[in-house]
């Protein structure tokens, strides 16, 4: 850049304390004016270089230009100084915290039932499974009898049922699955259905014994339906739930209305060598399951000739104990607004 | 139920197997383990001492100081107070270091100012009875130094296998049973049972007559030549690892027979009898019988017993009589193996709650055969014991028995198609045989002989032998497959319909209008019931609650909330809930008996009570806001306001509102403050007190109400003006009628109306208030001017003023 003379630069210094000094837009101009137009200090300054010895015109020239170019910058960022000003001034602020909260949004939130059976309605439609619906007050017929269950099989007494007449008739359902038969009936197969809802069972209500809890049915019924097909059918439940890959194992369980009936225990989510969620075995029952007894077939007027199946129950309200860590069941129905709250997460 | 890894192998070679193996094989195949534990595992600590010296305890009278040979260099100084110590006896003796049931830590002490290095132990000291007179005396034989766990046979693991898996299998209800599944698995021969048949004596028979249809088979044998008597070592050890507590031969032979082959037996005392003959006959009612656990039973016309003559002795299958049971100074007995129905012994064990070891096995269909073998099992062990007992004379055997043994053919081609698996018939006929089953070909298909034990109740169809085959094989060994099914979205009926509509009320209640959603009981009390004037009304009940008061089903969801809303105010200031649930009304119940089921949605809001204590105040307001944006939201847009007739009782009576779909057709929702009563009445009270509203979403009605076409309205071309009208309203005029008489005064012009203010008092003429509202006019061809104002304000005026309104200018 050129240096400029110590007499130029008294000048632009001049120029530069006056537009500091400006206060208004009008003084801006005034100054601009002064320096630039005809008769103003660089407009002399550029009128002179003829008049100089050719050596010096060059010099005088850029120093001219040098002037010229600051001071406008001068003028353009006073300017605009002048312009915020009163925006700048409204920056203050007193005391001002970071860290102090503002009152909190009131939140909202579904129950973690609600939303386990979401993620699990999602999983099962987009693999063509439909989603039923049965009522919690179940004929004697759904709940047992068409489930190979008849009077007096001490499988009855597995399940503590709530009669609701002395005969039981009418009970309160004590697991989904009697949506299997009503599903049989309202569909021919193909079936691929879950079925989630509220069951009762008569006992007595602690920390892990709730009278009344949430399961999930789910049933295919189908041409040369395999126990090949449960296991992975479970597996793919399993990773929609858990988010990843569970090694399962296939035992013999007895449920009357599947044969052969199975108890699929899952690898443990949680732990590696045992925790107390498995109670140390490495391994959580978590999904009874079996091929679709002909019986039940037959019951819901499917030709068991023709047609195999398979059934499961998930326990939801277990699942959303194990998902949360949550230890008391009793918490799930008790409508506490503090339980409730801490499930407003939307992703 | 609780089996002997010892007791199995009286069964079956278990040679190279430990208890966790064996446990590991019924869970893959057989059954569900609960745990395997090592029987008494103190007692591999515990030694064999061999008395050399008693002296008496220089200052107590009762204790003895003994020189115990414990196999150390020197003999060890152990203080005893039994009285049975002498020397030249075997005792169990716990040396300092030991831990014996109850924390009982055994330490070095003085006692008595005499130095005690150890302590000579009772059998009850040791978890082994009930004895504690004196000290255990052991074999001779035994070897001091030695564990007492290794040289009395009492090394042994517990396998603690869930009655509940065992439901349908009666086979594997004894020790035999279960090493028969071991034998299958493990490829091993099952040890053979004397086949040989019950002798007989040359006395005369017991009689017995069945009079009950309860009873299918009943053999009576009587024996002579017995005494109560301590069992021998190896019976109380095994009877102690399943849970039974030895209490003489006798009746320790009668458990063992049941823990070893499933078959529940009672012996009598035959003296008791008194020459008597058996009858079975059906109880009646009010008959009593003295149980052996000490309680007088009353029994009713269900239950069935065994009779001495007419004199009942024994509840069949459940439990036997005191009157008749074996006791010091029995010499002859009575030994009863039966076979019962199981819905009689199930009932009778269910109705009296007394559930046996007994019960529980009959309950599962035992196989009819096996009396006879358990019978000659029992007698054939007592003579090994007490070789000088006998059987006194022909044994009856009576009953309308059949053998259950049958044929069921396999297809192995739908053996493979089931399982998934692809398995040589020659696989599927080896594994069927392993099992104890006869199998032969037969034009493809496999015949299977099912015996006995296995055709009472379990196996009768070809999927019962398909089940037999994978567990055996083991699922494990199924390789997976994929469903192949096809791609088609599941049906849009209205099932799906209402799911997506419960959905879409659930997230504008939880997300748009933040509310929490609550779950609840279906149950509701019967207080609350009361406290709603609920009482009246027909419920569904249970006649089992788990609680008194507790057994009625909610007819809707509200009552369930409104509680839920009471509770949660101890501790938040604000209480905002919903539950969308189910409610029954049993008189309205289908042909079938099924009470109609209604569907809902409940929302409760509970705030602070205000300052003014208005009935109309802001929970009201709230709510009746969140009901407007939720039907809105489900395409109820023009749903109608008005006064709400039939309600819950606990409405207040005159802030409410029912909302009904724009065409009339269907009440979507009804809105309501809660009557200050009945707040009252539900708790919201003193710290409590509450400004309380809430609503009733139909999510029936809403199904079946044909919602607003979805639109879109062009974005205006030409700007609107924005008009305040303030008009004094007598409270007969309802608000709504206003705004229609607003909106025709538009001519088409006024496109939103809200109220903006309301108040009454001041100036106001009294039942009357004033209403304010922001009226956008707008036009879509042109910009509209005050001309256009004024005119809309002088129609508004005049039709406004036709019904009693009065136009406020300013």
């Known amino acids: ?347 | 139920m609780k089996i002997s890894y010892q007791w199995l192998a009286r069964h079956v070679d278990l040679s190279g197997l430990t208890a966790q193996d064996v446990a590991q094989d019924f869970t893959l195949s057989t059954a569900e383990v609960e745990g395997v534990e090592r029987f008494l595992p103190h007692l591999d600590a515990v030694v064999v001492g061999r008395v050399l010296e008693r002296e008496k305890h220089p200052d107590a009278d009762k204790l003895s100081v003994c020189k115990v040979d414990v196999g150390l260099a020197e003999p060890q100084q152990i203080v005893c107070g039994a009285p049975n110590v002498r020397a030249g006896l075997h005792v169990a003796v716990a040396l300092p270091g030991t831990r014996l049931p109850g924390d009982l830590h055994i330490k070095k002490s003085k006692i008595r100012g005499v130095e005690s290095c150890g302590m000579i132990c009772s059998e009850r000291e040791l978890g082994l009875g009930e004895e504690h007179d004196g000290i255990w005396e052991l074999p001779l034989s035994t070897k001091p130094g030695a564990p007492v766990a290794q040289e009395l046979g009492l090394v042994d693991w517990i396998i603690e296998i869930d009655n509940k898996s065992l439901t349908h299998r009666p086979d594997l209800w004894g020790h035999r049973g279960l090493a028969r599944e071991i034998a299958a698995m493990r490829k091993r021969p099952l040890k053979p049972l004397d086949p040989s048949p019950l002798a007989s004596g040359s006395g005369a028979a017991t009689p017995v007559e069945i009079r009950s249809a309860g009873c299918l088979r009943y053999i009576a044998v009587p024996i002579d030549g017995v005494a109560p008597r301590r069992s021998p070592d190896w019976l109380r050890a095994l009877l102690f690892a399943v849970g039974a507590r030895p209490i003489d031969l006798l009746v320790d032979l009668s458990n063992f027979v049941m823990h070893d082959l499933g078959q529940p037996n009672h012996c009598f005392d035959r003296a008791k009898l008194a020459g008597r003959g058996i009858v079975v006959r059906d109880a009646r009612a009010d008959e009593r019988l003295l149980t052996l656990d000490g309680i007088e039973r009353r029994l009713s016309s269900g239950d069935m017993l065994i009779c001495a003559g007419d004199e009942p002795v024994a509840l069949a299958g459940v439990m036997g009589g005191e009157g008749s049971k074996v006791q010091a100074g029995t010499d002859s007995l009575l030994l009863e193996v039966a076979c019962f129905l199981p819905a009689v012994v199930r009932r009778t064990a269910q109705r009296l709650a007394l559930r046996t070891d007994s019960s529980t096995r009959f309950e599962k269909h035992l196989d009819p055969t096996l009396p006879a073998q358990a019978a000659a099992h029992f007698v054939r062990l007592l003579k090994e014991i007490e070789p000088a007992a006998r059987v006194a004379g022909a044994s009856a055997d009576v009953g309308a028995w059949r053998d259950p043994a049958r044929e069921v053919h396999v297809r192995p081609e739908r053996v493979r198609r089931l399982l998934g698996v692809d398995l040589s018939d020659a696989r599927i006929a080896e594994i069927l045989a392993s099992l104890d089953f006869g199998v032969s070909a037969q034009e493809g298909e496999l015949v299977v002989s099912v015996p006995s034990r296995r055709a009472t109740k379990d196996i009768g169809i070809e999927q019962d032998l398909v089940e037999e085959v994978g567990r055996i094989h083991r699922y494990g060994n199924i390789p997976t497959r994929p469903l192949v099914a096809p791609v088609e979205p599941p049906p849009r009926d209205e099932g799906w319909r209402r799911r997506m509509l419960v959905r879409a009320v659930q997230d504008r209640l939880a997300r748009d209008a933040r509310l929490l959603e609550a779950l609840s009981y279906s149950f509701v009390s019967d207080a609350l019931l009361e406290q709603l004037s609920l009482s009246a009304l027909p419920h569904v009940a249970v006649v089992n609650p788990v609680a008194e008061g507790f057994s009625r089903i909610r007819r809707g969801v509200l009552g369930s909330v409104l509680e839920k809303a009471r509770d949660n105010r101890h501790h938040a200031e604000r209480v905002a809930l919903f539950e969308v649930g189910k409610g029954y009304l049993p008189e309205q119940a289908n042909a079938r008996g099924e009470p109609r089921e209604i569907h809902e949605c409940a929302i409760v809001l509970a705030l602070p009570p205000s300052k003014e204590q208005r009935s109309d105040g802001a929970a009201w307001t709230q709510v009746r806001a969140i009901v407007e944006d939720l039907l809105a939201g489900l395409g109820h847009e023009r749903a109608v306001a008005g006064p709400a007739q039939a309600c819950e009782p606990c409405a207040h009576p005159i802030v409410r509102a029912a909302f009904r779909s724009a065409d009339g057709a269907h009440e979507l929702a009804v809105a309501m403050a809660l009557d200050p009563v009945f707040a009252q009445r539900l708790g919201f009270a003193g710290d409590l007190k509450s400004d309380v509203a809430c609503a009733v979403v139909s999510i029936d009605a809403l199904l079946s109400a044909a919602s607003e076409p979805r639109g879109y309205q062009p974005l205006p071309r030409f700007p609107g003006v924005k008009v305040d009208v303030a008009v004094v309203v007598p409270d007969a005029v309802p608000a709504a009628r206003c705004e229609e008489l607003l909106a025709r005064s538009g001519k088409g012009l006024v496109r939103a109306l809200e109220v903006f203010d309301v108040y009454r008092g001041g100036v106001l003429p009294p039942q009357a208030r004033s209403l304010a509202w922001h009226v956008e006019l707008r036009a879509d061809d042109k910009t509209l001017g005050e001309a256009e104002v004024q005119k809309f304000l002088e129609r508004v005026e005049r039709a406004l003023g036709e019904i009693g309104c009065t136009l406020r200018r300013q």
Not at chain 1, 76 to 103: I, N, Q, Y
Request: proline share 6%; aromatic share 6%.
């Open chain 1, 1 to 347: 850049m050129t240096d400029l003379s110590p007499e130029h630069a008294s000048t632009l210094a001049r120029l530069l304390a006056q537009v500091a000094a400006a206060s208004a837009a009008e003084d801006l101009r005034a100054i601009g004016r002064e320096a630039l137009e005809k008769g103003g200090v660089v407009a002399d300054l550029l009128a002179s270089i003829p008049t100089l010895p050719p050596a010096e015109r060059k010099g005088a020239g850029q120093a001219a230009n040098r002037i010229k170019a600051e001071l406008e910058a001068a003028i353009d960022a006073r300017k605009r100084e002048l312009e915020d000003g009163a925006l700048l001034a409204s920056r203050k602020v007193e005391g001002f915290d970071a860290t102090l909260r503002a009152p909190r949004v009131e939140r909202g939130a579904l129950h973690p039932i609600t939303q386990v059976v979401r993620e699990l309605e999602d999983l099962f439609t987009s693999m063509g499974f439909e989603v039923l619906d049965g009522p919690e007050i179940e004929l004697d017929w759904y709940n047992f009898e068409a489930l190979n269950i008849p009077r007096d099989h001490p499988a009855r007494d597995m399940q503590d049922t709530f009669r609701c007449d002395p005969a039981g008739e009418l009970v309160l359902r004590t697991h989904t699955s009697p949506v299997q038969v009503r599903a049989m009936e309202k569909r021919r197969p193909p079936i691929r259905a879950i079925a989630p809802g509220k069951v009762f069972r008569q006992e007595t209500t602690d920390a892990s014994h709730e009278h009344t809890f949430h399961q999930m049915e789910g049933l295919v019924v189908d041409e040369d339906v395999s126990v090949g097909h449960l296991i992975h059918t479970m597996k793919t439940l399993l990773r929609g739930v858990f988010g990843k890959d569970i090694e399962v194992r296939l035992r013999p369980g007895y449920f009357p209305f599947v044969e052969p009936g199975f108890e699929l225990d899952a690898r443990c989510p949680f732990c590696k060598s045992g925790c107390s969620v498995c109670k140390q075995s490495t391994w959580i029952e978590l999904l009874p399951c079996g091929m679709v007894h002909e019986n039940v077939l037959r019951a819901g007027g499917i030709d068991p000739a023709k047609y195999s199946g398979f059934a499961f129950g998930l326990g939801l309200s277990r699942l959303v104990m194990l998902r949360y860590g949550i230890d008391d069941v009793r918490h799930l129905l008790s409508g506490d607004a503090r339980f409730l709250r801490q499930f407003h997460r939307i992703g």
